[in-house]
């Protein structure tokens, strides 16, 4: 079975302005990829208009888009809407589902917030506190209910938050706990997968392991702008469907970021970063 090129970028931020902004990008991505995985934040306040936008930015791509939510994508109060014009224009949009792809397998969440490690957010005393765990608990068995599904021996995770702290270092170490929830790594070294793409830390690190060594991507544009200013701001991994082994040498580690020496696209501007607590 041939290899299947998996192309993730995630923040793209589509205003009502963007029209044309992604063409660059996504020509480029149908040359190279099998498949796009769009990581949350796909537009600056989640309004029909800018869904609108986005819609038909991505219409240009004759390749299965596999898509989360991020929190910007809520702002407005219209995801559910949001969703519905993304699925009719074909993207595959995940909230603890899976979709299988030429043999591998994908589960999304948008994820949540929380921190990580012995500072993650514990679900003692206030009821807002509570709740605002309770969240971070919700996506994190979604992420589980999701990942359960897959059959297939590669499995590739999407989300919006980080599930891990070493994706987000390079932000204000106070914002920390807002950029993702240390409880999203637990299904996804249960379930034993083989890369994870998440976005929302536009000013965190491209690249980090999770506990049992499988690689983590912050693919947040506006990040992969800032540290790779000469390539197209997306990141490439290419899986072999049926490995010889689930850890062995399907791996495509980190260093194989492809694209390298490819030019910048031409409209470089107006992803749309936000300030950094609001990534
Ligand atoms: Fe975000
Ligand atoms: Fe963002």
Known sequence: MPTVR????????????????LAPILAHVADHADVLLLCG??????????????????GSLR?????????????????????????????V????????VQGIGFAGIKGFAGGFGRSTLGSWGEPGIKSFVKEAVDETLKL???????RTPQKVALLHYAPIRATVEGEPLEIFPWLGCGR???????????????????????EGKLSNGAPCYNVAMPLLRKRYP????????????????EH??????????????????????????????RA
């Open 6 to 21: 998996i192309a993730a970028v995630g923040d793209v931020h589509v205003s009502k302005t963007s029209q044309g902004v």
């Open 41 to 58: 934040d796909l537009t600056d306040y989640g309004s029909p208009e800018e869904g609108k936008v986005l819609v038909k930015e991505l």
């Open 63 to 91: 390749l299965p888009i596999i898509a989360v939510l991020g929190n910007h994508d809520y702002e407005a109060g219209h995801p559910t809407e949001l969703v519905a014009q993304l699925r009719d224009a074909g993207v």
């Open 184 to 206: 999203h790594e637990e299904p996804l070294l249960r379930y034993n997968v083989t890369a994870v793409f998440h976005g929302h830390a536009h000013n965190g690190s491209p």
């Open 230 to 245: 000469e390539q197209v701001p997306v990141r490439f991994l290419e899986l072999d469907p049926e490995p010889k082994s």
């Open 144 to 150: 589980e209910t999701a990942l359960a599904r897959l």
């Open 248 to 277: 062995g040498p399907s791996y495509e580690g980190p260093e194989r970021r492809r694209g390298a020496g490819d030019p910048a696209p031409a409209a470089a501007n107006g992803a749309g970063a936000g300030p950094a607590v």
């Open 93 to 100: 949009v995940l909230d603890g589902e899976s979709h299988e």
